[in-house]
């Protein structure tokens, strides 16, 4: 609440140049009170008089005063009726409803393990090598087990396959492999994020597909994002990749520090990155370096497993440099958000709420 004399007229000024903080909670908080109502109605009088001024000296001589005297009261008179109504009406009536941005789920806490045609884990730990697994878990068999694990939001898993690649996989994601690698190539199935460092093997290429991508490599580190309803990624560390659109069968090669992006038209675009902002979740950070406010809000509630709400669609395209400890609790991460004085966040009932400062 604005709470001293000056604070008021500046907030009033900025009211009057700003239609979109007219009709933000905030304001019709600010002009409940009589005295920042009246204050308000003044200036708003004073600044149509003034335009009304402006014209009538362009286009009227003095003697012609009392028609301009008369022009400008009935201007303010008009001014007074159109604000009047939507200043004295209910607060319910105006607010918006907000923009369900994301929404928090109940799917539970658990790394999730399943065997095909056998029953799901749970794992109780956050790093797993295969190698080690199968001999306690699988019996002897000739045909080549897949695995699928699953995170949820919140959790994050750090799997070394049979060959020795190691897969960093984010919240929210899911990665179905071979327990072994037979054949001419080592390929596995990505929905969500992940990492790979892929041991080299110049004669068995290893491939990642993921929702009409296939990211093919013989000895690299790269970074995939394939989530729904949002734009999918493969940006690469070192090495050098292919990747195929398998729906328009063409073909991107990367090249050290570059990012491919297929938005959901579509459309292709490679751009030269911060890599780190692409690969800080695999060291436990939250890592944004000029994003998009939409991206920044996707990546905590993914992590934190709440709703988010936009005030106004408007917002999803601020841009912000952010960056927090993935391991620290989300009203400091929110915190953190608020002082950058961007936009003004509030998290009440597992939803946080993102409005106009």
């Known amino acids: 609440m604005i709470d001293n004399s000056d604070q008021n007229l500046d907030y009033a000024l900025r009211a009057i140049q700003d239609t979109q903080l007219r009709e933000t909670d905030e304001f019709l908080q600010w002009i409940s009170a009589p005295e920042n109502k009246e204050l308000f109605l003044e200036l708003m009088a004073c600044k149509e008089a003034m335009i009304r001024e402006k014209l009538d000296r362009r286009h009227r001589s003095r003697t012609k005063m009392r028609i301009w005297t008369a022009a400008s009261v009935a201007a303010a008179i008009l001014v007074l009726a159109f604000l009047i109504p939507s200043l004295l009406s209910s607060p319910s009536s105006q607010k918006q409803q907000p923009i369900r941005f994301f929404a928090a789920n109940n799917c539970g806490d658990h790394v999730i393990l399943q065997i095909d045609g056998h029953d799901q884990q749970l794992l109780k730990d956050s790093v797993m090598d295969i190698k080690d697994w199968q001999v306690k878990a699988l019996p002897a068999t000739d045909t080549v087990a897949y695995l699928t694990l699953t995170t949820p939001r919140g959790k994050d898993f750090l799997l070394v396959l049979a060959d020795g690649t190691k897969v960093w996989i984010n919240a929210e994601s899911c990665l179905r492999y071979p327990v072994a690698f037979k054949g001419k190539e080592r390929r596995v199935e990505l929905k969500g994020e992940a990492c790979f460092e892929v041991t080299k093997d110049d004669e068995h290429p290893f491939i990642v597909s993921a929702d009409g991508m296939d990211t093919r490599v013989l000895g690299t580190k790269f970074n995939v994002r394939s989530y729904v309803a949002e734009d999918r990624h493969v940006t690469l560390l070192h090495g050098k990749v292919q990747v195929m659109n398998t729906t328009t069968d063409k073909m991107v090669t990367l090249q050290p520090g570059q990012d491919l992006t297929y938005t959901e038209t579509g459309e292709a675009k490679v751009s030269e990155v911060n890599i780190a902002t692409y690969t800080a979740w695999t060291e436990g950070m939250f890592y944004f ?56 966040i509030d998290y009440q009932n597992e939803t946080i709420t993102i409005k106009h400062i």
């Open 289 to 344: 370096d000029d994003a998009p406010l939409e991206e920044i809000m996707s990546s905590l509630g993914r992590w934190y497993n709440v709703n988010i709400d936009f005030e106004q669609q408007e917002l999803y395209n601020i841009r912000l440099n952010f960056w927090a400890n993935r391991n620290t609790h989300l009203e400091e991460a929110l915190e953190l958000l608020n002082k950058l004085q961007k936009v003004h």
